[in-house]
């Protein structure tokens, strides 16, 4: 009887089920903890969800378009180190725009990977991952990178400012957000996205030139990570040439958590604000509540099967399988 109650509402809990379980996780924080739905706390998730959630606005696109980019959380130990090496070399007004050349370029090389010559890219990204995180041990000799004057440079507004009372953080992921929105349900680029990964062939024989669309969305997303390093390398004055390990798969995570398609052609930038925001605060609630930072891994997890699974229940219109 249960299952059969299961299979008739697979519909609505496949659209509401995500927004439902996080309506729950707040009511149960909210009674854990009496500190997580204070004015502070709020702000400092909003805050530390920034970096996720610029690096989450490039991966949405990418996903729409059809493809998957897991080289960012490389790519973002890449443009940190850069940038904050660079910084007492040269300068943070020549540094920012040297660092994010290099960041497009290797978002060009996946872009011309996948889009030109139309490899795999979960293969090529995965493996990019790698390359890339052998690249910043190269660069950096396997060592640290520090800011030497952290008081005295302009470089700390975009991790630590603010602008009438609002974090910094907050105001470029917002404004990003709004860009974003605006270029892909209004100009003809994002309506091409969606063509392109709704149907490949289709919008080929339609005049879509498919592998510039493609090579363009890894160009933004390589655009994204060089922003969110800006405020990593600005927030700390220094980075760890690994420090961008594991944000690939909270990146995914919120950007599928959003409702974004894995199969391509669906899917929205306020959305996926949206599921950055609810990965922030769920992750939140758990330290609140005195779990330890790994259970957060587990969580995340967690969430990529049940939104992978409801994102295929969506598609097919039931929550399991005929054969189930």
Known sequence: MLLNRLKAGGPAIAKQGI??????????FSLMSDRFMTGDNIMSVFRQSAIIGVMALGVTIVVIGGNLDL??????????????????????????????????????????????????????????????????????GGQNVDIA?????????????????????????????????????????????????GNPTASVFSGIPRSRVVFMTYLISALCVSVAAIILGSR?????????????????????????????GAGSILKTVLGVLMLAFIQNGLILMGQPYYTQWLVTWAVIIVAVWLDVAAKRGRLFSPIA
């Not at 927004?19 to 149960?28: D, H, N, P």
């Open 71 to 140: 080289s960012v959380g490389s790519m973002l130990s890449f443009a940190t180190v850069l940038v904050v090496d660079l910084h007492d070399k040269i300068g943070p007004e020549l540094a920012i725009p040297v660092m994010v050349l290099a960041t497009l370029c290797l978002g060009a090389i996946n872009g011309f990977l996948i889009g030109i010559l139309r490899l795999n890219s979960l293969i090529v990204t995965l493996g990019m991952l790698s390359a890339i995180q052998g690249l910043v041990l190269i660069y950096s």
């Open 236 to 264: 700390v004055m220094g980075s760890q040439n690994n420090v961008g390990q594991g944000y690939e798969l909270q990146v995914l995570a919120a950007v599928i958590l959003g409702g974004t398609s894995l199969l391509g």
């Open 149 to 197: 004057d952290q008081r005295g440079t302009w470089f700390a507004f975009f991790g630590r400012g603010s602008v009438f009372g609002i974090a910094a953080p907050i105001l470029i992921f917002a404004l990003l957000a709004i860009v974003f929105h605006v270029i892909m349900k209004t100009m003809p680029f994002g309506r091409k996205v969606y063509a392109v990964g």
């Open 19 to 28: 927004l439902v379980a996080f309506i729950l996780f707040m009511i149960v």
